[in-house]
């Protein structure tokens, strides 16, 4: 009987994923490597490196014929490999039979193929392009020009720009049908504007709360109820790599704050300068909600 396969958590979510078909482990290893730490990456690099050279080693020990090696000694053997692999040729310990020196070609050639491969890999994940974007910790439900609207912050946290950007918005609940059946409904939250052609520091993405809204006439205890989640995403083109950017954040319905808007981080300098305070990015201030006041909006 086959041991039951290890549950893992699928990224961004909370959902044990049980039952995963697992291929070969060589097929998705450039996925892995790509994915993984770079003291993850490094060190299988180096682990793959010195098991090739110990088994290598093993054979020179069990074949003999390197000249100046200590007789049946690995470390010398060992040693003699990574020279010869790493195609370092100090020149005291040299193949004296042709099986050894046969070996020895057959590790030189090994040792190229690794070298290629590693360099190819290394290098993918050197170049692979991340942006920085970064989400505000909450989202806000609060009144905009006397309509109730839902909104969230996004930003690019290098100095440059982020070019011809889409921004989505999706609502997620949970709804138990008649037959006791569960399902998790997902429809989008049209923005007021849903591209920007450009976004560098700060964006508030907002969407109004009408009565064509999936979210009008909901409370935070609906909310609450519903298990509601809210999930962002953004896309555009880095303008000094000229790469795409993808980025995406979850808000669940516990960081939405009623009654709350985003702090401005623009202020206007006497000399008419503006000057955007980026520590502000994820502050909050109270703020009407139909009209009413902080206190009395969510009641």
């Known amino acids: 009987m086959k041991p039951p396969k290890k549950p893992e958590l699928a990224p961004d979510s909370e959902i044990v994923i049980v039952g995963v078909r697992r291929p070969p482990v060589f097929r ?25 050279n110990a088994l290598f080693a093993l054979a020179y020990v069990e074949a003999g014929g390197i000249a100046n090696a200590r007789p049946g000694s690995f470390a010398d053997a060992f040693f003699f490999s990574v020279q010869t692999m790493g195609t370092i040729g100090y020149g005291a310990m040299v193949p004296a039979t042709p099986f050894a020196n046969a070996l020895m070609v057959v590790e030189a050639v090994v040792g190229m193929l690794f070298t290629a491969v590693a360099t190819g890999l290394v290098f993918a994940k050197f170049s692979r392009f991340t942006g920085r974007v970064v989400f505000t910790q909450n989202a806000t439900i609060s009144d905009f020009n006397g309509v109730p609207t839902f909104s969230f912050r996004i930003g690019n946290d290098r100095d440059n720009q982020i070019v011809e950007v889409t921004i989505r918005a999706q609502y997620i609940w949970t709804q138990r049908t008649l037959e006791g059946n569960t ?3 997902t429809t989008d939250l049209p923005l007021v504007r849903e591209r920007a052609p450009v976004l560098s520091r700060s964006w508030v993405a907002m969407h109004s709360i009408t009565e064509t809204s999936p979210l009008y006439g909901l409370t935070p205890e609906d909310l609450k ?3 509601a989640e809210f999930w962002v995403s953004i896309s555009g083109t880095d303008d000094t790599s000229l790469q795409l950017v993808h980025a995406r954040h979850r808000y669940k319905h516990e960081e939405v704050l009623w009654a709350h808007r985003h702090a401005d981080v623009l202020t206007e300098r006497p000399d008419g300068v503006l000057v955007m305070d980026v520590a502000k990015f994820n502050d909050v201030v109270p703020a009407t909600l139909l009209g009413k006041p902080p206190g009395d909006a969510t009641k």
């Open 183 to 185: 399902w998790y409904r």
């Open 28 to 52: 998705d290893l450039y996925f892995w490597f790509l994915r993984s730490s770079w003291s993850a990456c490094l060190g299988m690099v180096t682990l793959i490196f010195l098991m090739m």
């Open 225 to 227: 109820k519903l298990e």
